[in-house]
C-alpha cells in the first residue's frame, strides 16, 4: 500500500527541508532566543537574590538600629541615673552643709546667749547689788532719822526700783 | 456562551463549505459514488496539484528517470488527456497515481486481460513493490507544497522572536515572543530536560524544538478548511524522515554504558545475554519505527474521521442528506476540536519519546539492571 511506503521524493524533499530548518533555526532562532532565555533566567534569579541580600541587610541594618537605640537608651538612663545620683549628692552634701552651719550658728548663738545671760547676770547682779546698796543706805538713812519707819522707807524703795 | 454558539455556528458553516467544496473534486475523479473511500484515502494521499477552496493551484511535476534526465511539466496537464488516455504524452494518472505504461508498436497502452494498463514504469519508494523500473518524483507536491510552507512559516515565526529578544533584551516578552515563549520553556523544561538530563540537554533541545513546532504546525495546518487538505505530519515519508533524524542522533550521541546493555548485557548469563542482544537489537529498531507510524497514524486517522463524517452526508441523498449533514457537521465540529488536541499532544508525544530514547542512549551506568529496560 502506497499510503505506508514512503515515497522516495518526498524523502528527499523532507530530509533538505527539515535539516535546512533545524540549521537555520538553529542558528537564527533557537541559540538566540535561549540564550536571551537563559540570561533572563539568570538575571530573574540575580535580582532576587540580590533582593534577599538587601532584606538581610536590611533586617541587619535594623537589628542594628535597634541595638544601638538599645544602647543609646541604656547610655541616657545611665546617665539619668548618674545625673539623679550626683543631684542627690549635691542635694545631700548642701543639706549637710546646711545643718552643720546651722548647728554652727546655733553654737555661736547659744555661746553669745550664754556670754549675754553671763554678762546680764553679772549686770542684774551689780544693779541688785547696787539697789541692795541703795536701799540699804536708805534704811539706814530712814532708820537713821524715824526709828519705826523703815519698812515703808524699803516699800517705797522698792516700788521706785520696780518703775525703774 | 453567546460567543461559543457564534463560534458553533462559524465552524458548522465552515465544515458543511468545505463539504460542498470537496464535492465537485470528488465527482472530477468520475468515482460512481459522491464522496466515498477512494476521495477519503486520496485526501490523505499525497498530490500533484493544489486545492484551495475551489481554486485548483497547478504545482511543478519534477521526475527524474535514472538513465534518461528530467521530466518537468505542469500538473495541470495531467488533467489533459489525450486520445490515448495519457498525460504529457506518456503518463497514465489514475486515482491520484502517475505511472508510465507499456506502449505497444502502434504507441498506444498496452492493457492487460482485465483491461487495466500495463505499468513499465512507477513511481520510486522505500520499498519497491513489483519490481518494476522506477522514476523519482521531485515535484511539488501537495505535501511538499505543505512543508515549504511550514518551513517558511517557522522560519518567519522564529527568527521574528529571535529579533524581538535581541530588540528587548532583558525585558518582558511581548506580542509574538510572549505566545511562543511558554511553549519553548515547556519543551526546555518540561519535555526535553527531564528525559535527556541536566547534563546533556542543551545540545539537543535546538532538535527536539525544531521537531516539535515542525509537527504542531504542520498538525494545525493540515486542520485548516480549504487549504488543499494538507497532510504533512500524516505522511510516512515524513514521519519516517523525522523518526530517522532521531534514530541517527541516538546512535551518534550513544555512549559505551548504552551500547553495552544492547551488545553485552551485563549481569546476566551467557544464553540471556544472547537472548537480551537480539530483543536490544530489534528495541533498538521498534522505538523509532514506533514513533514514524504513532504520528502518522493518528494524524492521518484524524483526516479520515474527519472526512468519514463528512461522508456521512453525502451518503445520503438531497433532503435527508441536508438534515443528516447539520448533525454531521456538529459531529465534525467535535472532531476538529479534539484534532487541535490531538495537533498538540502528537507533537508533544513525539518530542518526548525522542527525548527519551536520547536520554537512554546518554545514562550513565548507575542504574540497577532489574530495571535497566
Given at each position: ?66 541595638a ?23 542635694i545631700n ?5 546646711a ?9 555661736q ?11 546680764v ?20 538713812k ?23 | ?15 458543511s ?19 466515498g ?48 488516455g ?42 519497491n513493490i513489483?519490481?518494476?523500473?522506477v522514476f ?5 507536491t ?60 542543551q ?34 515519508a ?136
Amino acid at each position: 500500500m502506497d499510503l505506508l511506503n514512503p515515497s522516495i521524493g518526498l524523502l528527499v524533499w523532507m530530509t533538505i527541508s527539515f535539516l535546512v530548518l533545524l540549521f537555520v533555526l538553529r542558528k537564527f532562532a533557537w541559540k538566540p532566543i535561549l540564550n536571551a532565555l537563559h540570561e533572563r533566567e539568570a538575571g530573574i534569579e540575580k535580582a532576587l537574590q540580590s533582593a534577599k541580600e538587601a532584606e538581610l541587610k536590611l533586617a541587619q541594618l535594623t537589628a542594628d538600629n535597634e541595638a544601638l537605640l538599645m544602647q543609646a537608651r541604656k547610655e541616657r538612663d545611665q546617665l539619668l541615673k548618674e545625673a539623679r545620683e550626683a543631684k542627690d549628692a549635691i542635694i545631700n552634701e548642701a543639706k549637710e552643709q546646711a545643718k552643720e552651719q546651722a548647728a554652727q550658728l546655733l553654737a555661736q548663738a547659744r555661746e553669745t546667749i550664754k556670754n549675754e545671760q553671763a554678762r546680764v547676770a553679772i549686770d542684774l547682779r551689780n544693779q541688785v547689788a547696787q539697789f541692795s546698796i541703795e536701799i540699804a543706805e536708805r534704811i539706814l538713812k530712814e532708820k537713821l532719822e524715824h526709828s519705826g519707819q523703815h519698812d515703808k522707807v524699803v516699800e517705797q524703795a522698792l516700788n521706785e526700783m520696780s518703775l525703774n | 456562551m453567546r460567543q461559543l454558539h457564534l463560534f458553533v455556528f462559524l465552524m458548522v458553516s465552515l465544515v458543511s463549505m468545505q463539504a460542498k467544496a470537496t464535492e465537485p473534486a470528488a465527482g472530477a475523479h468520475g468515482s460512481e459514488e459522491a464522496f466515498g473511500t477512494p476521495e477519503i484515502l486520496h485526501h490523505i494521499s499525497d498530490d500533484f496539484g493544489l486545492h484551495i477552496g475551489p481554486l485548483s493551484i497547478p504545482l511543478p511535476v519534477v521526475l527524474y528517470f535514472p538513465g534518461q534526465g528530467w521530466d518537468v511539466f505542469s500538473s495541470s496537464e495531467l488533467h489533459h488527456l489525450d486520445a490515448r488516455g495519457l498525460a504529457h504524452g506518456k503518463y497514465a494518472y489514475h486515482h491520484g497515481k502517475l505511472t508510465v505504461p507499456v506502449l505497444d508498436a502502434a504507441g498506444q497502452p498496452k492493457l492487460d486481460l482485465e483491461g487495466h494498463m500495463e505499468i513499465a514504469a512507477q513511481e520510486a519508494r522505500l520499498i519497491n513493490i513489483g519490481g518494476k523500473d522506477v522514476f523519482y518524483n521531485f515535484s511539488i507536491t501537495k505535501n511538499v507544497f505543505g512543508l515549504l510552507l511550514s518551513v517558511g512559516l517557522l522560519l518567519f515565526l522564529f527568527m521574528l522572536s529571535a529579533k524581538a529578544y535581541a530588540k528587548r533584551e532583558g525585558m518582558a516578552p511581548k506580542g509574538l515572543q510572549s505566545l511562543l515563549e511558554p511553549l519553548i520553556v515547556f519543551v526546555r523544561d518540561d519535555v526535553v530536560k527531564p528525559s535527556v538530563g541536566e547534563k546533556h540537554y542543551q545540545r539537543f533541545l535546538p532538535l527536539m524544538l525544531t521537531i516539535f513546532f515542525f509537527i504542531w504546525i504542520n498538525n494545525l495546518l493540515g486542520l485548516i478548511p480549504f487549504l488543499g487538505g494538507l497532510n504533512v505530519t500524516g505522511n510516512i515519508a515524513v514521519t519516517f524522515t523525522l523518526a530517522v533524524l532521531v534514530l541517527i542522533v541516538q546512535l551518534s550521541v550513544a555512549n559505551k554504558n548504552f551500547w553495552g546493555h544492547i551488545l553485552w548485557f551485563p549481569g546476566v548469563p551467557v544464553p540471556v545475554k544472547l537472548l537480551l542482544l537480539v530483543i536490544e537489537l530489534v528495541g533498538l529498531f521498534t522505538k523509532p519505527f514506533s514513533l514514524m507510524i504513532r504520528l502518522f497514524a493518528n494524524i492521518s486517522a484524524g483526516h479520515i474521521i474527519i472526512l468519514s463524517i463528512i461522508g456521512i452526508t453525502f451518503a445520503f441523498e438531497s433532503v435527508v442528506g441536508h438534515t443528516v449533514g447539520v448533525v454531521t457537521s456538529l459531529f465534525t465540529v467535535v472532531m476538529l476540536i479534539l484534532e487541535l488536541l490531538v495537533a498538540a499532544i502528537q507533537a508533544y508525544i513525539f518530542t518526548l519519546l525522542g527525548s527519551l530514547m536520547l536520554g537512554a542512549a546518554l545514562e550513565e551506568h548507575d542504574h540497577h539492571p532489574e530495571h535497566a529496560h
